[in-house]
């Protein structure tokens, strides 16, 4: 209860600033390990990874309900790493009243849709904070490509703040119609939605000689350990690759890896082979990580996982 509860107020800075959304609890990195528990408003999604975690259901679930302004408490305990430890999947509320189906996650000015009982992970990449931050510095009159789009978070701010245009692509349709609800909750146009493979669809957007000034790409976990590392990387590859060269003079990517099995190091080396192979002189101005919600603690660096680059091409 006291790691669950001390967890959850180190939040409380960065819930009072403008968002009412944060990972309360980040497993090893608060010390519960196998305990993942995020907030929108007044919800929370909980995750047990571990039988460890998962025989503390109950205590977990008291301690969540227990904070202030908290009216419901669901799990979503479906992550396939449970099977490895003998566990079914679990998934339904475990206090309160059942989840709000228009449950949506208020940052600055923008709302998200959360799917909490069918989204991915617990319903929203909180992690992508600072990336949806950097995003609308960036996108104000550029063309736009949100590459693994999921809900469309980036493409809704890319839209708010003015983007000359946005193509959002993802393979999962209940995505996108995810995403043309934040179109909705929004009020605003939130561009192309196309359902398709993006490693197809990259192919036929440089087959056209398609340019943007900005694109996110941000796949989903293509190495689970280190020995899928040499064909991930090799997927990695061929993505940025496809990127770089859709990228108009003077744009720029923001491209991430979020297996923690591949290094920043690799990750930078693989990006750097991709912009070598298309021809094209590309720098780093910048980075993107974990945002303060999903800390990495100095005894246990493995917490880190997201690794982005903001590159700009010549
Ligand atoms: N940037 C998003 C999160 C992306 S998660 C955000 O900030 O919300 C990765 C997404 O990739 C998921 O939505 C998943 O549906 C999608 N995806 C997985 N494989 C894909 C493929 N081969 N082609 C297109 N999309 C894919």
Redo the contacts with the bound molecule.
């Keep these: 209860t006291d790691r669950v509860v001390h967890a959850a107020a180190r939040r409380d800075a960065l819930l009072a600033s403008g968002t009412d959304s944060a990972r309360l609890v980040f497993s090893e990195a608060d010390g519960v390990p196998g305990v993942t528990a995020d907030r929108y408003g007044d919800t929370i999604v909980v995750q047990l990874t571990t039988a460890g975690a998962d025989a503390w259901r109950e205590v977990v679930a008291d301690a969540l309900f227990s904070l202030p302004g908290v009216r419901c408490v669901y799990e979503r305990s479906d992550a396939d790493v449970r099977e490895r430890e003998g566990l079914e999947p679990r998934v339904g509320l475990l206090r309160g009243t059942e989840p709000d189906p228009d449950l949506v996650a208020h940052e600055g000015s923008w709302r998200y849709v959360v799917d909490v009982a069918g989204g991915?992970k617990t319903g929203?990449?909180l992690d992508?904070r600072d990336?949806?931050a950097a995003i609308a510095r960036l996108a104000p009159g550029r063309r736009v490509l949100?590459?693994?789009?999921?809900?469309?978070?980036?493409s809704v701010v890319a839209a708010g703040v003015g983007a000359a245009s946005v193509l959002s692509?993802?393979?999962?349709a209940p995505?996108l119609d995810v995403a043309r609800r934040n179109g909705e909750v929004n009020e605003l146009d939130v561009g192309e939605l196309m359902e398709?493979?993006?490693?197809t669809?990259l192919r036929g957007l440089r087959d056209r000689a398609r340019q943007y000034d900005l694109i996110?790409l941000?796949?989903?976990k293509l190495a689970n350990n280190e020995r899928q590392l040499e064909k991930a990387s090799r997927a990695y590859k061929d993505l940025n690759l496809l990127a770089v060269k859709l990228l108009a003079p003077g744009g720029m990517l923001l491209t991430w890896s979020c297996s923690g099995a591949m290094s920043a190091e690799l990750f930078q080396k693989v990006v750097a082979g991709a912009a070598l192979d298309a021809n094209r002189t590309v720098r780093i101005v910048g980075r993107l990580g974990q945002p303060s919600d999903h800390p990495v603690p100095l005894a246990f660096p493995e917490a880190e996982y997201l690794k982005g680059l903001i590159l700009e091409a010549e």
């Design positions: 991915h929203f990449y992508q990336a949806r949100n590459v693994f789009s999921y809900t469309g978070a980036f692509i993802d393979s999962s995505a398709a493979d993006a490693f669809a996110a941000d796949p989903p």
